[in-house]
C-alpha cells in the first residue's frame, strides 16, 4: 500500500514534463521581455544598461513550483531595476511589476512585446517622478 510520501513523489513526477514546458515558456517570455527593452527607444536606439537577472518568486512557497506558479526576474534598466513576475493562466501570460501594476498577453510577438515593455518604462518614469497614480491593467 503506497504511503502519502509516495502518492507526492508520484504526483509530482507526473506533473513535471508539464510543469518543465510551463517553466520554458515564461522564461522565454521574460527573456523576450528583456530583448523588447533593449529596443524600447526604437529600431537602431537601443536602451543602454539593460539587464536581466533570473530570481525566486518570493510568493511560491514549495519547489519544485507548481503548475500555474510564478516565475520572475530582475530587469536592470540604467540605474532602476524592476521586478517582474509571470505565469501561465488560460493561455495567456499573466504578469506583475513595480509596486502595483500587471499585465495580461496572449500575444507575445515582437510588436506586442515592444509595447509592454514601453508601458513598463512610462510606468516607472511615472513612479520616479512621483506621479503614479491609480494605474489600470495594462492588456
Not at 513535471?16 to 529596443?39: G, P
Not at 500587471?102 to 515592444?114: K, P, T
Request: proline fraction near 4%; charge should be negative; aromatic fraction near 8%.
Amino acid at each position: 500500500m503506497p504511503t502519502d510520501f509516495d502518492l507526492l513523489q508520484a504526483a509530482v513526477r507526473a506533473a513535471a514534463e508539464r510543469r518543465d514546458s510551463e517553466l520554458r515558456a515564461c522564461e522565454a517570455f521574460l527573456n523576450a521581455l528583456y530583448h523588447a527593452f533593449r529596443h524600447a527607444n526604437g529600431p537602431g536606439l537601443p536602451l543602454n544598461n539593460v539587464s536581466l537577472d533570473w530570481a525566486d518568486d518570493q510568493a511560491n512557497r514549495i519547489r519544485p513550483v507548481p503548475l500555474g506558479g510564478w516565475h520572475a526576474a530582475w530587469f536592470r534598466l540604467g540605474v532602476c531595476e524592476v521586478y517582474i513576475r509571470v505565469r501561465r493562466h488560460a493561455g495567456r501570460f499573466v504578469g506583475e511589476y513595480g509596486p502595483s501594476a500587471s499585465f495580461s498577453r496572449e500575444g507575445v510577438d515582437e510588436e506586442a512585446l515592444l509595447v509592454l515593455a514601453r508601458q513598463i518604462l512610462r510606468e516607472l518614469i511615472a513612479e520616479q517622478e512621483g506621479k503614479a497614480g491609480d494605474r489600470g491593467d495594462v492588456n
